[in-house]
């Protein structure tokens, strides 16, 4: 089991990674939504946002303004959520 040191870590590490991808739109895309949601995501919800944003940006712009699948059903999942977040339409 993990303990909530290491949880918060990887909440902190998965925030930076996510306003710090050196693509202006993406670092606020992804970084509202991490400011907003990391800290109410369990481990494995983390690991799933620990992917996205091991995915490149390109990939995940496609998917996020056109709804296009990142190949995995949770990671569609998070980009739908992500989606709503920012209150765009499910297909773009």
Do not use: C
């Amino acid at each position: 089991m993990m303990s909530e040191t290491d949880i918060g870590t990887r909440r902190r590490r998965a925030l930076w990674r996510a306003t710090h991808r050196g693509y202006k739109e993406m670092d606020f895309l992804l970084g509202r939504f991490a400011t907003e949601t990391l800290d109410k995501m369990d481990a494995v919800e983390i690991g799933v946002f620990e992917r996205l944003i091991d995915t490149p940006d390109p990939q995940i712009e496609i998917s996020l303004l056109r709804g296009e699948s990142l190949g995995a059903p949770d990671l569609d999942e998070l980009m739908a959520r992500l989606r709503r977040f920012h209150g765009m339409n499910e297909a773009g």
